[in-house]
């Protein structure tokens, strides 16, 4: 049975992976609040990745880090210290976790990583200033680190548009705010948590031999977005 890391999988994005995985798979999850599931394949480490040593773990198949931010101000109100948390959120701290189990991911079969970009890197959306710039940095880091593992390790990215979680429940607080956020997108709808498990679960598969350095939109068909 394969073991996968998963790096803030109480909520959101990262617990829809963890509900899917948890029938077929050893699951680690560290966060800094527990799941409210219980599996006998679960195991949960309490931990704050930007601030704590991460636990040591003897072997794993696969890390995924899924901890992100939604941080929408105008340029005006951003200050220095918003970029600076966004970046250590979601690439600083992703550094973090890939150093400390890229040994054990190396001793694996077919080992892989899985982080999370938007689209909001592509689109150039307004108030996204500062998480656009953090998550540009993830694609980076992706794309270099696809060259630089391969072929022993593949990594991918997932960016997807606006996704029914408690990280994005401000741009998704009334019907008003759904209904305009819908209509941007070509398919008429947003994202479900699942949905985008689903495709993280293709990536890290033994399915997926092909593909690594890549960033994977799901974006309901959006070319462009204005607000």
Do not use: W
């Not at 195991?43 to 939604?70: M, R, W």
């Amino acid at each position: 049975m394969r073991t996968i890391i998963v790096i803030g999988g109480s909520k959101g994005i990262g617990n829809a992976i963890i509900t899917k995985l948890l029938t077929s798979c050893k699951v680690i999850n560290i966060s800094r609040t527990s799941p409210e599931l219980a599996h006998e394949n679960l195991t949960h480490f309490s931990c704050d990745v930007t601030q704590d040593e991460l636990p040591s773990i003897k072997n794993a198949d696969t890390l995924i880090y899924c901890p992100g931010s939604i941080n929408l101000k105008p340029i005006s109100r951003l200050s220095i210290d918003d970029f600076k948390n966004d970046f250590e959120i979601n690439v600083l701290s992703a550094v973090k976790a890939i150093q400390k189990y890229l040994p054990i991911l190396k001793n694996a079969n077919a080992p892989s990583i899985l982080m999370f970009s938007t689209v909001a890197t592509k689109l150039g959306m307004p108030f996204h200033a500062s998480i656009a710039v953090a998550k540009s940095g993830v694609e980076g880091l992706v794309k270099s680190l696809g060259a630089e593992l391969a072929p022993k390790v593949q990594i991918n990215a997932i960016a997807p548009t606006v996704t029914n979680t408690q990280l994005a429940s401000k741009l998704l607080r009334n019907d008003k705010m759904i209904e305009n956020i819908t209509e941007r997108h070509p398919l008429k709808r947003i994202l479900s948590p699942y949905e985008v498990a689903d495709m993280a679960l293709f990536l890290i598969s033994d399915k997926n031999t092909a593909i690594s350095g890549q960033i994977f939109e799901m974006d309901c068909g959006i070319v462009s977005f204005k607000i």
